[in-house]
């Protein structure tokens, strides 16, 4: 079964200062793609960034970065120079891209991540 | 550009009602995904439509039901409704069910059952 783990609730950074969100996922599957969604208070899902398992470069998208370890099966998000409006919930989530998968998403719990002034 | 619409986007109702949440994918999106996340929790897959087939079921109550219509739009009916299906229900939209075809999510309904 596939399984994502966010290991920390909740996150404290210093506003400018980068953080790093921990993210492990557990499968079997060869094919896959990993993403991270940010959830802000009002509760719309933003897609940051995608990671595929393929792929050889690490994936960035402005301030975001995903640091993929394959062989360790992490995928953490970092966020570079942090800003207020970084508060919210971030899901790491996985989709099967293997035999008769239908491509739903599996999130983890989330780490809440608190920006301070 | 277009996004995913849902609505209504607030719903309260009661016990043992019934409700119907809409979802009107991306213009020429084919699939379209409902997740549902309770206070506090991770979104869990509930159902999922391709060019209006059912494509995959996960952890929807059989109280629900849902279909996709020739328009590509989607519906979610909840029926005898429960204190515990308080949430927040998103619908995704996708252009094709495979590969890397990125989900694009709507606002959310967000459901109160008093």
């Known amino acids: 079964a596939q399984k994502i783990t966010q290991t920390q609730p909740g996150m404290f950074v210093q506003e400018k200062e980068a953080v790093t969100l921990d993210c492990t996922y557990d499968?079997?599957?060869?094919?896959?793609?990993l993403f991270w969604y940010k959830q802000p208070s009002s509760g719309e899902m933003i897609f940051l960034i995608y990671?595929?398992?393929?792929?050889?470069q690490n994936a960035t998208e402005g301030r975001y970065s995903l640091n993929f370890q394959k062989a360790r099966k992490s995928a953490n998000l970092v966020i570079s120079a942090s800003q207020l409006g970084d508060s919210a919930m971030y899901f790491c989530?996985?989709?099967?891209?293997?035999?008769?998968?239908?491509?739903?998403?599996?999130f983890g719990k989330g780490t809440k991540l608190s920006v301070k002034p | 550009a277009a996004g995913v619409i849902q609505s209504p986007r607030h719903l309260i109702k009661e016990k043992r009602e019934t409700a119907t949440l809409k979802c009107y994918p991306i213009?020429?999106?084919?699939?379209v995904y409902w997740y549902q996340q309770g206070p506090g929790q991770d979104p869990q897959f509930l159902i999922s439509?391709?060019?209006?087939?059912?494509?995959d079921k996960g952890s929807i109550p059989d109280r629900f039901s849902a279909q996709q219509f020739s328009d590509y739009h989607s519906e979610l009916n909840m029926s005898s409704l429960e204190l515990g299906d308080s949430a927040l229900y998103f619908c995704?939209?996708?252009?094709?069910?495979?590969?890397?075809?990125?989900?694009?999510f709507g606002p959310g309904t967000r459901l109160t059952v008093l």
């Open positions: 995704a939209s996708s252009l094709g069910r495979d590969r890397y075809n990125e989900q694009f």
């Open positions: 499968t079997s599957d060869p094919s896959y793609g």
């Open positions: 990671q595929g398992s393929y792929d050889q």
């Open positions: 989530a996985m989709r099967s891209f293997y035999g008769g998968s239908q491509g739903n998403l599996i």
């Open positions: 213009p020429r999106h084919d699939t």
């Open positions: 439509f391709y060019e209006k087939m059912q494509s």
